[in-house]
């Protein structure tokens, strides 16, 4: 079998240095479920594609562009929402691309599973993509995304070659890398055929989904760079050091705003291990000084009660309550101090409000039909503010003001 003579030629070439890698940003660990207290109503929502699930794997990076992108081709009439992107072919890609940059760098470059928005933009433009019956995400007998084993395998095998590379390398390295990554996510097609038109992966791109992948932005809100001007998110899975142009906090929700209020998306990476974004579809930043003065000192409210009652009430878990104000500085500290990380890459397509009228965005995200809105998240304009990594948006959906300061 291929996968066992991959397997062989791995550790044999690996020996005392294969080990374990870890996917560089935390996996989410929510600890709270929200009660049945939040009621929203849609205010706008754009067309999505299909919840998908990323399973044990740290590529919500491609699943979230992939989504993104084929709203993309909807808004463009190109498409419907039946359309299905083949997101372990962008996945193939850029592992190449990574392994190939780990190697120029001897090895001081994040191999783990993260990426980036970008990183789907770039494969796309180099490989192009396929539709995902023709390279799926799950391989025959798999019934769930898990790459342990080829993260090990992967980084395994790097770690080696770089260690024993010795004067010109021979270009089979490259081979013998892509071998084993065909093992774990299946053969790269060349061809793929949408709505009985046969496309190359990189004229089904242009042609037939009408996309043009320097139309997408990245942005950011940061003040260790100066604003209106681009720089590298700090963080391991920028790889590829990709630039973001950075606006203050009040652009960026404009941006967001004028995307979503005029039809189009947005690719959103957050933070979401705080414990106001919960497995159950909501996502909030309580006050909890705020609401703890809000509850009064009467103690036989609580006498009696579940000790984990009056936490859910201070976190905004049972029903809305009141939240954080952020501010352009807060939001800095986060960052600065690491509370927030790029841990999580979602897709953004509406606006919805909660019974108080408190502003939410409509996110789709990667973890399959779970929590209470099956696979949605109802996620605060405090929560953005706050948790916003970075976006990728189309350059057209920025306001007219705003891009011209960023000479886009």
Not at 14 to 24: D, E
Request: net charge neutral.
């Amino acid at each position: 079998m291929r996968k066992s003579l991959i397997l062989t030629l791995a550790a044999v070439f690996c020996l005392s240095t294969f080990a374990l890698a870890q996917p560089n940003s935390p996996q989410p660990r929510p600890q709270m479920q929200p009660g049945d207290g939040y009621q929203f109503t849609t205010v706008k929502a754009n067309p999505i594609t299909s919840i998908k699930n990323q399973g044990s794997s740290g590529t919500c990076w491609c699943f979230s562009t992939t989504s993104f992108l084929e709203s993309e081709a909807i808004m463009k009439g190109k498409a419907d929402t039946t359309l299905n992107l083949s997101v372990m072919y962008s996945v193939y890609w850029n592992y190449v691309d990574k392994f190939r940059k780990y190697v120029r760098l001897d090895g001081y470059l994040n191999l783990a599973e993260g990426g980036s928005f970008e990183d789907v933009i770039h494969s796309i433009r180099d490989y192009g993509v396929v539709l995902e019956k023709d390279m799926p995400t799950l391989l025959p007998g798999e019934k769930r995304v898990n790459f342990k084993e080829l993260t090990s395998t992967s980084k395994g095998f790097a770690d080696a070659f770089v260690k024993n590379a010795r004067g010109p390398i021979s270009p089979r390295y490259m081979n013998a890398y892509q071998e084993i990554l065909k093992t774990y996510l299946g053969d790269v097609p060349t061809k793929t055929t949408y709505r009985g038109v046969e496309y190359s992966p990189k004229d089904f791109v242009t042609k037939g989904l009408g996309l043009d992948m320097n139309d997408y932005v990245s942005i950011t809100s940061f003040t260790h760079h100066p604003f209106y001007s681009k720089f590298a998110i700090e963080v391991p899975d920028n790889w590829r050091w990709d630039l973001s142009y950075n606006v203050p906090l009040n652009e960026l929700m404009q941006i967001i705003d004028n995307a979503l209020e005029n039809g189009y998306t947005v690719a959103w990476g957050s933070d979401v291990s705080e414990t106001g974004f919960n497995r159950n579809g909501v996502g909030v930043v309580p006050d909890v000084e705020a609401n703890e003065k809000s509850m009064g000192s009467d103690q036989e409210r609580w006498l009696g009660k579940d000790p984990n009652e009056r936490r859910n009430a201070l976190n905004n878990l049972n029903a809305p309550g009141k939240e954080l104000v952020i501010t352009q500085e807060l939001r800095q500290q986060g960052y600065d101090n690491k509370t927030t990380t790029d841990d999580h890459g979602m897709h953004m397509f509406g606006i919805a409000k909660d019974q108080n009228g408190t502003k939410y965005y409509m996110i789709k995200n990667s973890w399959g039909k779970t929590g209470k809105y099956e696979g949605i998240w109802y996620v605060s304009r405090a929560f953005v503010e706050y948790k916003t990594m970075n976006i990728l948006v189309n350059k057209n959906a920025i306001p007219k003001d705003i891009r011209k300061k960023l000479g886009i």
